[in-house]
């Protein structure tokens, strides 16, 4: 199965310059943990709802004046709707990740490939490996965010 039959679209997006506490509500009212940061149609981050735990309210209480930019994830993985999900769902597995961003071939973002999406409509089995990768303990890369 091809990443394009599976993945969730639109993706919710929002700008570098959004408040946080506006992509919070966001998140909260389309029930979603993870929003691609989109400037000028190029996909340049990614916010995640553990982003604005760790990188935000636990760091300095402030939320009211944090912005999207100041938290969002800039090294995004990506995968292609063409690719299968046994090879997106490996790549999550390499890379500790629970979604992906999903882009055409021109580029252009078309959707989000989640692990819950994988177990929910597709294989628990490729699922549970993933999952198991994901959260293997592991030495963090070197010169990625946090």
Not at 43 to 54: E, K, P, Y
Not at 76 to 97: F, H, K, P, R, Y
Not at 108 to 125: F, K, R
């Amino acid at each position: 199965m091809k990443v394009a039959d599976l993945m969730r679209q639109p993706a919710v997006t929002v700008c570098a310059s959004a408040s946080l506490v506006a992509t919070a509500k966001l998140m909260r009212e389309r029930d979603v943990g993870f929003v691609a940061v989109v400037e000028s149609g190029a996909l340049v981050g990614v916010v995640t709802d553990r982003d604005i735990v760790l990188r935000s309210v636990s760091v300095n209480g402030r939320v009211n004046d944090v912005l999207v930019a100041d938290v969002m994830s800039r090294h995004v993985l990506i995968c292609l709707e063409s690719q299968t999900v046994e090879n997106a769902a490996a790549s999550m597995g390499d890379n500790q990740v629970r979604r992906l961003p999903v882009l055409d071939e021109t580029g252009n973002l078309v959707g989000v490939l989640s692990l819950d999406t994988i177990a929910e409509d597709y294989s628990e089995s490729l699922a549970g490996e993933t999952l198991g990768e994901i959260v293997e303990e592991r030495s963090p890369p070197p010169n990625v965010d946090p």
